[in-house]
T-cell receptor, first 115, second 113 residues
Framework: GAGVSQSPRYKVAKRGQDVALRCDPI?????LFWYQQALGQGPEFLTY????????KSGLPSDRFFAERPEGSVSTLKIQRTQQEDSAVYLCASSQTRLGGGTQYFGPGTRLTVL | AQSVTQLGSHVSVSEGALVLLRCNYSSSVPPYLFWYVQYPNQGLQLLLK??????LVKGINGFEAEFKKSETSFHLTKPSAHMSDAAEYFCAVLLFGNEKLTFGTGTRLTIIP
């Protein structure tokens, strides 16, 4: 496809369930990012990959959050034992360059609601 | 650490009027600066970005922004608002060599017919 795609678009989970969110970046893009956007707020950085290497995970809020990109393309963000405060839109972005300043192209996001 | 402040969480303008959305940043070194637009239930779309070339940056849909180092500002403007401009707008900053974007809290733009 031409852009970043994410699935599912909507996810409802009961508190305590595990969820997995998928991101398909633009083909050939080296860098991949995950952001969390709470209601009424701007996106906040979670983690960053360059190819398959996770270079920065400083934004992950707890050890219940885990991200991987094993083959340097598709990425999965996993949240274990979901809590109500995890409810948010999770945005994935990809960038062509390894250098800072490259344009990040965003997917439509996955809206997670934890009941 | 860098940060971004967007003044005015809600801005309303009449159709055809000037749009001005304010963004101020704090950074110890000159950053890269971005404006993104978000329509309901969609991801972020890049409007324009500043990367230390020309201080006046032109973007898509008739928007432009001017980098003013002395004021640490990067305000977004459009001479004449259109109904289709109604959306949420985010200013973001990125330091060279640092990959993560830091976003402001956003400004919701409403266009009055």
């Amino acid at each position: 496809g031409a852009g970043v795609s994410q699935s599912p678009r909507y996810k409802v989970a009961k508190r305590g369930q595990d969820v997995a969110l998928r991101c398909d970046p633009i083909s050939g893009h080296v860098s991949l990012f995950w952001y969390q956007q709470a209601l009424g707020q701007g996106p906040e950085f979670l983690t960053y990959f360059q190819n398959e290497a996770q270079l920065d995970k400083s934004g992950l809020p707890s050890d219940r959050f885990f991200a991987e990109r094993p083959e340097g393309s598709v990425s999965t963000l996993k949240i274990q034992r979901t809590q109500q405060e995890d409810s948010a839109v999770y945005l994935c972005a990809s960038s062509q360059t390894r250098l800072g300043g490259g344009t990040q192209y965003f997917g439509p996001g996955t809206r997670l609601t934890v009941l | 650490a860098q940060s971004v402040t967007q003044l005015g969480s809600h801005v309303s303008v009449s159709e055809g009027a000037l749009v001005l959305l304010r963004c101020n940043y704090s950074s110890s070194v000159p950053p890269y600066l971005f404006w993104y637009v978000q329509y309901p239930n969609q991801g972020l779309q890049l409007l324009l970005k500043y990367t230390s070339a020309a201080t006046l940056v032109k973007g898509i849909n008739g928007f432009e922004a001017e980098f003013k180092k002395s004021e640490t500002s990067f305000h977004l403007t459009k001479p004449s608002a259109h109904m289709s401009d109604a959306a949420e707008y985010f200013c973001a900053v990125l330091l060279f060599g640092n990959e993560k974007l830091t976003f402001g809290t956003g400004t919701r733009l409403t266009i009055i017919p």
